[in-house]
């Protein structure tokens, strides 16, 4: 593996490019033990239990459970946001409101589509909560 790992490295530097050892993390999947440390520039790579990547959290044991949290984190993020929005004095639209759940909340949702399809059904339970929340305020 450290010897694949050189060769990526020899095939960047060719390229002009630079592997940004702070970003680069190792991970074993479904594995009882992490497997000997790796080797870049003299750098050791770091073990991790998780990574998220483009906004997707991948854990070793292949769970979707960090997955499920980030994205009910990121929508009540966007859900706290909506509260301002739709406060009765300012009189948030129709149009505005489902602009809002389109673009902030509909969209983390559909990025997290390959991990939502491998849910168990309490899983999926616990994000229809959100979904619920939704259709009842844009009817």
């Excluded at 592997?19 to 999947?29: D, F, G, L, P, V």
């Excluded at 009882?32 to 998220?52: E, H």
Aim: charged share 25%; with cysteine; aromatic share 8%.
């Amino acid at each position: 593996m450290q010897e694949a790992l050189q060769q990526i490295e020899d095939k960047c530097t060719q390229l002009g490019l630079k592997i940004n050892i702070n970003k680069t993390k190792a991970m074993a999947i479904k594995h009882g033990q992490n497997p000997p440390n790796f080797q870049l520039r003299g750098d050791t790579i770091d073990w991790v239990d998780s990574y998220t990547y483009l906004g997707v959290c991948i854990a070793n044991a292949l769970s979707p459970e960090k997955d499920i949290h980030l994205l009910k984190a990121k929508t009540r993020i966007g859900l706290n946001a909506l509260k301002r929005i739709i406060i009765p004095q300012e009189g948030a639209t129709y149009h505005l409101l489902r602009r809002f759940y389109s673009q902030i909340i509909r969209a983390q949702e559909e990025y997290a589509a390959p991990v939502l399809t491998s849910l168990r059904k309490d899983q999926q339970q616990r994000l229809e909560v959100i979904q619920n929340f939704w259709k009842a305020l844009l009817q």
